[in-house]
């Protein structure tokens, strides 16, 4: 055989010596690994048939009796775990993915030191770990040959690596030795969550491909075309092959030995030793570019369409600019080449030598390029510690764009993972990927929080001794495995700092920073000024805590250990010191910087649109926005509204004060209300308050002939943070009181106050193919007017209050079941509602509290100013806005209510126009809609509605602001004169019109 054969050769060049180890590598030892693979493509089937030898060294002190193999590409299959972590998380990608679409790997037949051996699948069905027993046990020191067949074939849909017409990404294609470290086998299937962990080692991979491919792949072509010649960009484009770079070794003549290539099809040998992983990728369009760094070759791989974006040396500069960034801060690149390909699948991943990219960004140059050497070269096990591959290159990506000046600031990233570190969403970085909760949290806390884990040290331990300390550590580690103890003690032993606190703290909790300034006292002293600072550590976490003391030309920055709950901080300065302020530069993840400044902590306050406004780290965003509308009484109303936030979650005030101004006003019996002042408050989330996922207002309001107040409590009770579940409920207690009568519809609206209490739930749960949601409310509700006011002309029994005080009123009840599924095929938009709503109470129910069959109630139009009044601009005659809401009947006029009522809504939107939703107007839909309702006899004299037709909708977007535009033609409308701009005499089938600023539902 000739994996044989060669396999008995490379042993004869097998090291026979452990490599001496500096500092606290002692003691550390890897298997000795070598790949003789030969393999041949089959394109239409999309199936690689493959033969291999696989030498293995037990450099390790234990006596092996088993042997592991991944077959990676089995998870991108049915029956895979990865299949199973996708279908927990609501993702239906590769559990149902029929043949011949999905991967495969398939062994063969497999001898282990020429005794044929069976393999077993401790995963079962998962197939992506198998196990052997070994013929002999296999001693410290001892070697065994695995001679192993097998086929290969990817999946259509790309992870990772694809397949696409003659396109091919080959990633995780062959049995690929499992890690033996110190913690044993470490056979893990593969998840959603989490990537590789593999064995240094020596690949020799020889090709039998279709005669006009091009490949690109690991290591150095030794035998063979690789195709690039023919593919480069332009005639003056070099070819630099390295075939030399691991000695002669063409002279072995595997590609000899194996014979000549059939008709149409070429032969090429690769490669590459000191790599833990092996990827190719074939495609004849390939366009070919290259470059160096230093004696290091750069090639990349693009499609013919590329030229502006990956062509003329564009992605070769930076892939030249990450690799002189990496060896500044690391050390210098040890292998041969550098390869970026143009690969089928978007995003990016990182292989030794090799990046497939989905995109020629720097930013995903920086990221999948820093992984050569963050994964590569420093072989972490990715799917245990991922934060040392992912949250280490995120954050030497953005150090760089930190000192370039061209962004990578981490306030925003900051942000983010705050959010969840006060939710409690947060888990420990350190946990082995597929334990997270969800994929979403994964994500984050590897990649983000991993970042800011990176750069929270070199914070702690300054710049020098962080750019020293990866230096000893690239030393030290390079071209082995590593982990936090060895990346820990080489910044300890350069730092000369226990860090074992911050790294417990970082990676394996998950702590909230606050530290408040709580006292500052300036006393003269004979040459100068001693200013005792104190602050309060009140968070959880431990940080060094910067203390800016602003002085007239400099600032004098010193640090507070930040370990007791109280610390004080002494600074002699000549001058007297102004404001005082702690972590100036934000860098110890303290969440309320509220309390970090001394005197009024600063504001912005901005001018526009409140939807604009941003939320910051550091403080108080205040957004002011001037306000005009109209009424029939106040006539035109002018006034501004405020609105505040502190990292986009807190200190959520708003006000609003507007004055009538009677403008316009002659309609009005009686006169206008011209001249008194209405205000609206609202105050939501306040700083001390706080508890994860819960939010709360007060609100109170003198506003339009209306007065009121609000106390409501909101939790979020969804499952996981990464969804697709999300689950809310709440309360809220409501009191609403007229206080002139001329501003309300007489036909919506009583002159009844009420008092309510209302709890609520909601579920909504995204799928694939649209979201689902529903809802339900229960409301128990007061009505009453003091006895001593004139009678409103309303019949109210009166009623004896626990207060001994009588009052006109009536206990009521409202509910509300709802429940919403969209379905997205293809360029539809399918919607469907069912809608429960009653009232207990009879006609006792205050006639705003009633089920209104058009759309919103009046207490949920109260809160928008074109809605709210008599004569106000969305709710004169003839403008047939149509709010959302109610049974949805949006054929109706919005006047007409029932005491209860069932209704179905089903709406079919085709998507005629789309485009990128940057733009302003993102999509045009055409559309046709039925509403229909059972509901009490006497709202409409007969006990059914229905009304048809059909729209036409716009999506657009104002900065971050998106709505619709929706103009709906409800031609046919039972029960016609209730029907919106109805009239006696009207036929069931009629011109008419609602428009509005929000989808039906
Ligand atoms: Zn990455």
Avoid: C
Wanted: no cysteine; aromatic share 12%; charged share 25%.
């Amino acid at each position: 055989m000739l994996a044989a054969a060669l396999t008995a050769l490379l042993l004869a060049q097998a090291q026979s010596a452990p490599r001496t180890v500096p500092g606290d590598t002692a003691g550390y030892w890897q298997q000795d690994v070598r790949y003789t693979i030969r393999a041949a493509l089959d394109e239409p089937s999309g199936v690689l048939a493959a033969a291999g030898g696989i030498v293995y060294r037990n450099n390790s002190p234990d006596t092996l009796r088993a042997f592991y193999v991944h077959l990676y590409l089995n998870a991108f299959r049915p029956g895979s775990r990865w299949a199973e972590s996708e279908r927990r998380e609501g993702v239906r990608r590769f559990g149902e993915l029929p043949d011949p679409y999905h991967a495969f790997e398939r062994l063969g037949r497999v001898s282990i030191d020429g005794a044929s051996a069976t393999p077993r699948y401790p995963f079962a069905p998962d197939s992506t770990v198998a196990g052997f027993d070994l013929p002999r046990p296999l001693a410290p020191g001892d070697s065994l040959v695995v001679d192993l067949e097998w086929q290969s074939r990817p999946s259509v849909i790309p992870r990772r690596q694809a397949r696409a017409g003659r396109r091919f990404d080959f990633a995780q294609w062959y049995p690929k030795v499992v890690v033996y470290d110190r913690l044993g086998w470490q056979a893990r299937p593969l998840y959603m969550a989490g990537e590789f962990y593999g064995e240094f080692a020596t690949y020799d991979v020889s090709l039998d491909l279709a005669a006009d491919q091009v490949v690109g792949a690991t290591g150095v072509p030794v035998e063979g075309d690789p195709g690039w010649s023919g593919a480069r960009a332009t005639s003056s484009t070099p070819v630099t092959l390295q075939s030399d770079w691991y000695g002669d070794r063409a002279a072995t003549g595997v590609l000899a030995q194996w014979g000549p290539a059939a008709p149409g099809r070429r032969r090429v040998r690769f490669h590459a030793e000191q790599v833990h992983d092996f990827a190719w990728t074939l495609n004849p369009d390939y366009v070919y570019e290259e470059g160096r760094f230093g004696s290091v070759v750069l090639r990349t791989l693009y499609l013919p369409q590329d030229g502006p974006t990956w062509g003329g040396g564009l992605v070769i500069e930076r892939m030249a600019r990450l690799l002189a960034w990496m060896d500044t801060i690391f050390g210098a690149y040890p292998w041969p080449q550098f390869t970026a390909v143009h690969r089928i699948e978007g995003g990016g991943t990182e292989f030794p030598m090799m990046v497939m990219n989905g995109g020629p960004g720097e930013g995903l140059i920086f990221h999948e390029g820093g992984h050569e050497y963050l994964y590569g070269i420093l072989g972490n096990n990715e799917w245990k510690e991922g934060w040392l591959d992912e949250g280490f290159t995120n954050f030497q990506t953005a150090w760089n764009y930190q000192r370039r000046g061209i962004g990578g600031s981490s306030l925003a990233t900051q942000q983010q993972i705050l959010g969840m570190d006060l939710d409690g969403w947060s888990e420990p970085v350190a946990t082995p990927a597929e334990l997270f909760s969800d994929f979403g949290t994964y994500g984050r806390m590897i990649y983000t929080k991993g970042q800011l884990f990176f750069e929270m040290l070199r914070y702690v331990v300054g710049e020098d001794a962080m750019r020293r300390g990866l230096r000893e550590y690239y030393a030290r580690w390079k071209l082995r495995h590593v982990d936090e103890d060895a990346f820990r003690r080489a910044m300890e032993d350069v730092s000369r700092q226990d860090l074992g606190g911050f790294f417990a703290e970082w990676l394996h909790g998950t702590p909230l920073v606050d530290y408040a300034l709580r006292d500052v006292r300036r006393q003269r002293t004979a040459d100068g000024w001693l200013t005792r600072i104190e602050i309060e550590r009140i968070g959880d976490g431990v940080m060094p805590v910067d203390i800016a003391v602003p002085l007239a030309d400099t600032t004098l920055v010193v640090r507070a250990r930040g370990i007791a709950r109280r610390e004080v901080v002494e600074v002699a300065t000549a001058a007297r010191p102004g404001r005082i302020e702690l972590d100036p530069a934000r860098q110890t993840m303290d969440w309320n910087y509220l309390n970090n400044r001394e005197g009024p902590g600063r504001e912005e306050h901005r001018l526009g649109w409140s939807a604009r406004a941003p939320a910051r780290r550091d403080r108080r965003v205040v957004n002011w926005l001037p306000l005009a509308w109209y009424n029939d009484v106040g006539g035109v109303t002018l006034g501004f509204q405020s609105r505040a936030n502190y990292l986009g979650r807190f200190e959520l005030s708003a006000t609003q004060f507007t004055w009538p101004t009677g403008i316009g006003d002659e309609a009005v019996v009686g006169g206008g209300a011209r001249g008194r002042p209405d205000y609206y408050l609202s105050f939501r989330n306040p700083v001390p308050g706080r508890a994860p996922r819960r939010q709360t207002e007060l609100a109170g309001w003198w506003l339009e002939g209306r007065a009121g107040g609000r106390a409501a409590i909101e939790f979020d009770r969804s499952p996981r943070f990464g969804g697709p579940v999300r689950m809310s409920a709440g309360m809220d207690a409501t009191v609403m009181a007229v206080t002139d009568a001329r501003y309300l519809d007489r036909r919506r609206w009583a002159d009844v106050n009420t008092a309510e209490v209302t709890a609520w739930g909601a579920r909504a749960q995204e799928r694939e193919a649209g979201a689902a949601t529903a809802r339900v409310e229960v409301t128990a509700g007061q009505s009453f007017w003091p006895e001593t006011l004139p009678s409103p002309g309303w019949n109210f029994p009166a009623t004896q209050w626990p207060t001994g005080r009588r009052l006109r009123g009536s206990a009521y009840a409202r509910g509300l079941l709802d429940a919403r599924r969209e379905v997205r095929a293809g360029g539809f938009d399918l919607r469907f509602r069912a809608i429960a709503a009653g009232t207990l109470g009879g006609t006792r129910v205050p006639l705003q509290r009633r089920i209104f069959l058009g759309g919103a109630d009046p207490y949920a139009t109260f809160a928008n100013p074109f809605l709210r009044s008599r004569g106000a601009l969305f709710a004169r005659g003839g403008v047939h806005y149509q709010a959302p809401g109610g049974l949805g009947l949006r054929g109706y006029a919005p006047v007409a209510s029932a005491t209860w009522g069932v209704a179905l809504g089903a709406e079919a939107a085709w998507r005629v126009v789309e485009r990128p939703t940057r733009r302003a107007l993102t999509s045009v839909s055409l559309a046709a809609f039925a509403d229909a309702a059972l509901l009490d006899r006497a709202a409409l004299g007969r006990g059914a509605a229905l009304d048809a037709g059909v729209g036409i909708r716009a999506a657009h977007r104002i900065g971050p602001t998106r709505f619709v535009t929706r103009a709906d033609f409800p031609i046919l409308v039972a029960r016609p004169r209730a029907a919106v701009a109805g009239a006696a005499g009207d036929g069931a089938f009629k011109f008419r019109w609602v428009w509005s600023l929000e989808e039906a539902f």
